[in-house]
């Protein structure tokens, strides 16, 4: 049995007052072998949504993220191209790590994650330089927009990348995390599982789905193979129990949980 008010399945009717966000996984070989390791942030225990749970990083897109997409060559209301260019602009602001930015120098990390934070405009930066991001370095695979009523609702797209090389050390923006580390998909299940961490529905089941595969080259054919479509999740009776379901079709190994373990925001 269905609830009512939620269809199953992929459906491209965004909820009311969805707000258009990124999410950026990032993915470097483990120096002991094994799989690949992924950057993770704890969020701040004072914040409105997911609080002290481990996320990706990422965040809202802004209209200058738009701006800075046009100049890429894309068109003017291209919400993929302005989601890439959020992706790598909240990794940078988040933990300091400049993904597809390959003119920028580590030397010179610091001081335009600084200039963010102070809000100064991406697309300003970026003319001051004369850089260009890759944007095309960025995965797609996935794209959610849970509507829970105990949470703020986010439209989010979902991009891979490798880890580019770095040298200095890796920290949170303080306002908003208290943590980051990096670890496999494996390992951070492993730590939910154990009550190490606290991780949020969407993000478990895309951690089920990346830890099918080794590596960034591999998750990338797995992508490939599946469509991106809207996953808004529904409510399931199931064997008498309450669940919370996924569509079957996108690649994820778990597309179920009972609702009462979940943890919605």
């Known amino acids: ?25 990032i993915m470097r070989p483990c120096e002991s072998g094994g ?16 609080a002290g749970a481990v996320v990706f ?25 302005a989601a ?11 933990t300091g790590l400049a993904v597809g930015w390959p003119t920028l120098a580590e030397e010179e990390v610091d ?20 850089d260009r991001l890759a944007l095309d370095s960025l995965v797609p695979f996935a794209r959610w927009c849970p509507n829970f ?11 891979a990348v490798e880890a580019p090389p770095h040298r200095h050390e890796l920290t949170v923006e303080v306002a908003e ?5 990096w670890a496999s998909a494996r390992e951070t299940l492993a730590m939910a599982d154990r009550g190490d961490v606290s991780i949020i529905f969407p993000t478990r089941r895309n ?25 808004t999740p529904w409510i399931e009776t199931r064997g008498g129990e309450t669940h919370l379901c996924i569509p079957s079709h996108l690649g994820y190994p778990v597309t179920s949980e009972p609702f009462e373990r979940v943890r919605r925001g």
């Open 111 to 130: 001081r335009v994650r600084r200039a963010l934070l102070s809000e100064t405009l991406l697309s300003d930066i970026l003319a001051r330089r004369g």
């Open 149 to 159: 009523k105990e949470a703020r609702t986010f439209d989010t797209r979902f991009f």
């Open 84 to 94: 890439r260019v959020a992706a790598l602009r909240e990794t940078l602001e988040e």
């Open 35 to 50: 799989a690949d390791e992924i950057l993770m942030v704890k969020r701040s225990r004072t914040m409105a949504f997911a």
């Open 57 to 81: 990083p990422g965040g809202r897109i802004d209209p200058d993220d738009y701006r800075v997409a046009a100049e890429h060559g894309f068109a003017p209301d291209d919400a993929e191209a």
């Open 177 to 181: 995390h208290s943590h980051i580390f």
């Open 207 to 231: 951690l089920e789905r990346l830890a099918q595969a080794d590596n960034f080259l591999s998750f990338s054919v797995h992508a490939a193979a599946h469509p991106v479509e809207l996953v």
């Open 1 to 25: 049995m269905t609830d009512n008010n939620v269809q199953p399945g992929s459906s491209q009717a965004l909820p009311d007052g969805a707000i258009p966000a990124a999410t950026l996984v």
